[in-house]
């Protein structure tokens, strides 16, 4: 049965590849990075996943890498030991694996990917994530992650930090209230019926708490490389956003649609 299942994995790996092969060689872009950076539920997520999915190109969400890494402290039960003596968390990235397989995370080989959006790894995360051992665990996954070029990347980081020669630098920003309207509307649609929700200023405030955290902590604070494009997705659509991206990108690698 397991060898059934391997089969299938590596088969359905195998037409993946294949099929973002092919689109790559379709549309003949180059194999180039595009580095996506910007405050939270700026809409990076979605444009990147759907770039990336226009240019045949590898999507990695590198928050994803920041939660997974939150969630093994948690499950370790050493938070607080880190927070009195943040070099406990040395032992914790001693062996860690993360992967991706298609928008399936994998932590140490167990998916991981609805475990990662829980309340209490969103609010950790934020404290693991100025954590320089951890910055340069992950940093060195993406780069090897990146190295090969033809990947969206999105983070706070990464034009300035992890790829600062990416060919195609982004910078998404909008205003905290639409960001918390945003955010609503992700919630309402995920939860059940019923459940009690956070109001849109309570999520705005935590929004904005969120911006200043990543903006003022000391080791690869959130900001825009100089030669980054910035887009204010405010009052664009997502549609919008995603061809404006599409756009740079093919002019970026000097190529147009066959
Ligand atoms: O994109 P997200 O909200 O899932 O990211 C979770 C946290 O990870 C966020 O608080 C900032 C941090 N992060 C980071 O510090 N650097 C990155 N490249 C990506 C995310």
Same mark, same amino acid.
């Given at each position: 049965?397991?060898?059934?299942?391997?089969?299938?994995?590596?088969?359905?790996?195998?037409?993946?590849?294949?099929?973002?092969?092919?689109?790559?060689?379709?549309?003949?872009?180059?194999?180039?990075?595009?580095?996506?950076?910007?405050?939270?539920?700026?809409?990076?997520?979605?444009?990147?996943?759907?770039?990336?999915?226009?240019?045949?190109?590898?999507?990695?969400?590198?928050?994803?890498?920041?939660?997974?890494?939150?969630?093994?402290?948690?499950?370790?039960?050493?938070?607080?030991?880190?927070?009195?003596?943040?070099?406990?968390?040395?032992? &914790?990235? #001693?062996?860690?694996?993360?992967?991706?397989?298609?928008? =399936? @995370?994998?932590? +140490? /080989?167990? $998916?991981?990917?609805?475990?990662?959006?829980?309340?209490?790894?969103?609010?950790?995360?934020?404290?693991?994530?100025?954590?320089?051992?951890?910055?340069?665990? &992950?940093? #060195?996954?993406?780069?090897?992650?990146?190295?090969?070029? =033809? @990947?969206?990347? +999105? /983070?706070? $980081?990464?034009?300035?930090?992890?790829?600062?020669?990416?060919?195609?630098?982004?910078?998404?920003?909008?205003?905290?209230?639409?960001?918390?309207?945003?955010?609503?509307?992700?919630?309402?649609?995920?939860?059940?019926?019923?459940?009690?929700?956070?109001?849109?200023?309570?999520?705005?405030?935590?929004?904005?708490?969120?911006?200043?955290?990543?903006?003022?902590?000391?080791?690869?604070?959130?900001?825009?490389?100089?030669?980054?494009?910035?887009?204010?997705?405010?009052?664009?659509?997502?549609?919008?956003?995603?061809?404006?991206?599409?756009?740079?990108?093919?002019?970026?690698?000097?190529?147009?649609?066959?």
């Amino acid at each position: 049965m397991e060898k059934a299942n391997n089969f299938y994995k590596i088969q359905n790996e195998f037409a993946y590849k294949f099929t973002r092969l092919s689109r790559t060689q379709k549309i003949g872009i180059k194999r180039i990075i595009i580095a996506i950076d910007g405050p939270a539920a700026s809409g990076k997520s979605t444009t990147a996943r759907r770039v990336a999915l226009r240019l045949g190109y590898t999507y990695i969400d590198t928050g994803a890498m920041y939660r997974a890494v939150t969630l093994k402290a948690l499950l370790a039960g050493v938070l607080d030991d880190v927070r009195r003596e943040p070099e406990h968390i040395a032992v &914790l990235l #001693q062996n860690i694996t993360i992967h991706f397989e298609g928008d =399936s @995370v994998f932590l +140490d /080989g167990q $998916d991981v990917t609805a475990a990662i959006r829980d309340n209490r790894v969103s609010r950790e995360v934020s404290f693991i994530s100025s954590l320089k051992p951890v910055r340069d665990t &992950l940093m #060195q996954m993406q780069q090897a992650l990146g190295q090969q070029g =033809s @990947v969206v990347m +999105d /983070g706070r $980081d990464i034009g300035t930090v992890v790829f600062p020669d990416a060919e195609l630098k982004i910078f998404l920003v909008a205003d905290a209230r639409e960001r918390a309207k945003r955010r609503y509307a992700e919630l309402i649609a995920k939860s059940p019926k019923g459940s009690t929700l956070p109001d849109i200023e309570q999520l705005e405030e935590e929004i904005k708490q969120r911006d200043r955290d990543d903006e003022e902590r000391q080791h690869a604070p959130l900001k825009k490389h100089p030669d980054a494009h910035e887009i204010d997705t405010s009052q664009l659509t997502i549609e919008q956003q995603v061809e404006m991206v599409y756009s740079l990108a093919l002019q970026t690698s000097g190529n147009v649609k066959l």
